[in-house]
């Protein structure tokens, strides 16, 4: 598993999934155009850009291209990276045929070519060795996951952190453990 500092912005969740294969950290979906009118989510990218940067890794489409483009508006360059895939043309797996430009996006490019890619753009790494991760047992203990009114005490916890509501809770957990400690979620989660 690659650790990064930088969260990564992805088009779709088939290519989070891919992802997920080997990198630990924050990962964010655009839905595809649906960023254009889903406000709360850009606003979220560029709050975690402003946190800890983002790394853009859209497909090598003309559509990757324009989603790409409109993240990067208002983001400071110093807070963004691209790391763009090849041209590879082929048919993904999941797919019938092949995209209307006949290119592989980020789903159908190897997990080796993906890595590669990391590490050739040389991009943050964290080493923290004996940190303990917040868990789903704590989110659970803390009432904000499978409990009685945890619905709530989760907006609560959301808006406290100026987070969207669309946020899954294991977007929530990698969100927390990319900005805190386990002892600092336990010393916050008191306050609200």
Known sequence: MIRLKEAVVVEGKYDKIKLSNFLDTLIIE?????????????????????????????????SGFQIRNYISLGIPKDKIRHIYIPDVYGTE??????????????????????????SDAKVSCEREENRELISNFDLFAAGISGCRNAKEKRKK?????????FLSTNSLLSYLNSAMSKEEFENYIITI
Do not use: Q
């Open 30 to 62: 655009t839905n595809g155009f649906r960023i254009y009118k889903d406000k709360s989510r850009l606003d979220f990218i560029k709050k975690v850009a402003n946190e800890r940067g983002i790394i853009v890794l859209t497909d090598s489409d003309h």
């Open 93 to 118: 797996k999941r797919k019938a045929k092949p995209s209307a430009e006949g290119k592989i996006g980020v789903e159908g490019i190897s997990d080796e070519m993906l890595i590669k890619l990391f």
């Open 157 to 165: 916890l959301l808006k406290s952190l100026d987070l969207p509501e």
